[in-house]
């Protein structure tokens, strides 16, 4: 069995034509048809790097050590690529790396993971010039095109030499959009020009624009173009946005009609998901690194042979549990000392979803940011500080999905907090 992994950078949950209708994404919407969607999955770290960590250890970040952007995986931990590579697969990492260095730079082969086949970047926020790639051999390889297309080319080039192998394989396509700067290629940005724009009951207003670090963008920022394009606008963030999520569906397209060209799409298990979400004003709060819905929740399809066409899961998830589901799905052992559980059975619709039944915890434990824990459970979110446990939030997310009332302070709800702050001692 083959593994495909689609991954987003920054895609808020909700940003899909099935779930929004005036989000414009067929091929996600046909990837959901055919596989299984599961509403509520989290980031263990809703940041790019620490979410890496989680994504290829299977470990929670406060075990796996990568706690910052820059954190490079741990050494003597087995990788995803590890395990697979073990059991004779091909793996292949394409796009978005954010593991042991910054900037636009070579990643040496002791950083990259253990995937045999290699091609990416560090960290590199613009999408229009500078499209540079650093490959197996260290070289740089500069692009003409929109980074998101680019991305979606050697993807798919990848695809096809791994095809040619006689060997199962995992290939990970981890794309830079949407996160900012907002900078679709023109045509998708014409698609959205009379778009109607969502705000939630949550929303406040706040100015959407974030500078860049690589490149730095101008300052002061009134002279920087993206600012000129989308500053103190939200609606036109957001269409600016949406129109980069429509440009990756394109390229989920492009994949899916690949390994159909392969005649491996009845082999081949399509996972798409994201590092973390987009607050894009709710709670008056911007990007990521939030126990909000909007941060630390992620889109998660899944398509696999033998999959439940057209199910939709309800009960919580997080990205440990990818590491486990794609060892499963493979038909390969589990591997001890990984935190997440396997998804499999709920795909293959084995199991219900009552028998499916453990909180998902999520943490920032960077050192620039305030820390905290969060634990959910199928009804409650509680946010606690990291040092100490002091809880500080708690929601009825059956009640209150858009976590408009904290209720972490009434009487009521005291038993709650408790029980939760047991589950999360016993993590």
């Known amino acids: 069995m083959n593994i495909l992994m689609i991954m987003a950078d920054q895609m808020h949950k909700d940003a899909m034509g099935f779930k929004r209708d005036h989000v414009i994404t067929p091929n996600i919407d046909r990837l959901a048809q055919k596989g299984v969607v599961f509403d509520n999955c989290y980031a263990n770290s809703p940041v790019c790097g620490p ?21 490079p995986l741990p050494h003597g931990v087995e990788t995803l690529a590890d395990s697979f590579n073990r059991a004779g697969y091909e793996t292949s990492f394409v796009g978005k790396w954010h593991l ?24 590199y926020n613009g999408f229009l010039k500078d499209v540079c790639f650093y490959n197996e051999d260290n070289e740089e390889i500069r692009y003409e095109g929109h980074r998101t297309d680019v991305t979606t080319d050697i993807g798919v080039e990848r695809l096809r030499m791994l095809a040619d192998k006689d060997k199962p394989f995992v290939h990970v396509v981890f794309y830079q959009a949407p996160h900012y700067p907002e900078q679709p290629s023109p045509c998708y940005e014409a698609m959205y020009a009379e778009s109607p724009v969502f705000f939630p009951l949550n929303y ?20 920087d173009p993206d600012f000129q394009k989308y500053g103190n606008d939200m609606a036109h963030y957001k269409r600016l946005y949406n129109a980069m999520v429509t440009q990756i569906d394109t390229g989920v397209g492009r994949l899916m009609a690949t390994l159909e060209e392969l005649g491996i799409d009845d ?25 909000y819905e909007e941060s630390c929740g992620i889109p998660l399809i899944v398509n696999a042979p033998g999959a439940k066409a057209g199910t939709r899961i309800k009960t919580p998830v997080s990205c440990i549990d990818y590491y486990p589901t794609c060892l499963e799905l493979a038909g390969l052992d589990q591997v001890s000392g990984k935190h997440g559980h396997s998804l499999a059975g709920l795909i293959e619709g084995k199991i219900d979803e009552e028998d499916h039944d453990y909180p998902v915890f999520s943490e920032i434990l960077m ?16 946010v606690v500080t990291a040092k100490g446990h002091e809880p500080y939030l708690l929601f009825d997310l059956w009640e209150d999905p858009v976590e408009m009332t904290n209720l972490v302070e009434l009487p009521a709800y005291k038993r709650v907090v408790e029980n939760m702050l047991d589950l999360l001692n016993e993590r």
């Open 51 to 71: 979410y890496r960590g989680n994504l290829f250890t299977g470990m929670y970040t406060r075990d796996n050590g990568v706690w910052n952007n820059n954190d």
């Open 204 to 223: 406040q207003g706040v100015d959407p624009f974030t500078p860049t670090q690589s490149p730095y963008s101008p300052r002061p920022i009134e002279n």
């Open 367 to 382: 050192s620039n940011h305030k820390h905290w824990v969060m634990v959910r459970d199928k009804r409650y979110k509680l």
């Open 267 to 291: 082999e081949t298990v399509i996972l798409f998901s994201s590092d973390h979400g987009d607050m894009q004003g709710s709670h008056g709060q911007l990007n990521k690194c939030l126990p």
């Open 100 to 123: 042991g260095g910054a900037g636009n730079c070579p990643i040496p082969e002791d950083l990259r993971g253990s995937f045999k086949h290699f091609i990416g970047y560090q960290c």
